[in-house]
């Protein structure tokens, strides 16, 4: 499958089970908490790393111990196989992280 092409929930189902994203319209979302604000900084800078290194980067609410992401391809209008590799990852983040589903 083309990583380009637009996936439905259905199609993410089996990818995403077991991790705290959940596919909702057109963005896999997810939030994780954090010990703290700095713990939660801390784990969004992890992912920033990763982001980058895939070249795809997530929208990103921070606060006291807790980040949000939402995860969408832009360029496509959709949820992508890009995202659910970065959901995917980004659940590894935070694990490695302590963070916990919020």
Do not use: C, Y
Not at 20 to 48: G, P
Not at 52 to 78: I, M, Q
């Amino acid at each position: 499958m083309d990583e380009r092409n637009i996936l439905s929930p259905a199609d993410t189902a089996d990818e995403l089970d077991g991790t705290a994203f959940r596919h909702t319209q057109d963005h896999l979302v997810a939030a994780f908490a954090t010990a703290d604000f700095r713990s939660a900084v801390r784990l969004l800078d992890a992912v920033a790393v990763v982001a980058d290194e895939l070249n795809h980067h997530p929208d990103v609410r921070l606060g006291w111990g807790r980040v949000e992401f939402a995860l969408t391809s832009h360029d496509v209008g959709g949820v992508t196989l890009r995202d659910v590799k970065l959901a995917r990852r980004v659940g590894e983040i935070a694990a490695k992280h302590g963070a916990k589903p919020a």
